[in-house]
């Protein structure tokens, strides 16, 4: 059975960072595409990041650019999110996400495997 559990979010003030980790079980990670992505209040999920099965490639949201990096570590079966200068505009349910196959996509219906999520809140 695969299983991806998320920790390590919280409540932040406006500029602040947090570090999001995802540990994976049931698969075998290395030969999996991981990604992260997000839904606000009312809004739809979106995409955040992606890397490939070998961390050497790498996807982001324009919107995070430059503030976010996805890492991951297969020996310990985990992907991480380092969030910095959160903003309100950051506030969501962050998703981490694994696929089969090499090219970090940033289309979510391409994920197979889905964490339940945990809550980011950036206060102003």
Known sequence: QVQLVESGGGLVQAGGSLRLSCAASGL?????????????????REF???????????????????????????????????????NPEDTAVYFCAARAGMVPTTVDKEYQYWGQGTQVTASS
Not at 60 to 66: E, F, I, Q, R
Not at 68 to 86: E, G
Request: glycine residues 10%; without cysteine.
């Open 28 to 44: 075998t990670f290395s030969l999996n595409t991981a990604g992260w992505f997000r839904q606000g209040p009312g809004k739809e």
């Open 48 to 86: 955040v990041a992606a890397i490939s099965w070998r961390g050497g490639t790498t996807n982001y949201a324009d919107s995070v650019k430059g503030r976010f990096t996805i890492s991951r570590d297969n020996a310990k079966n985990a992907v991480y999110l380092q969030m910095n200068s959160l």
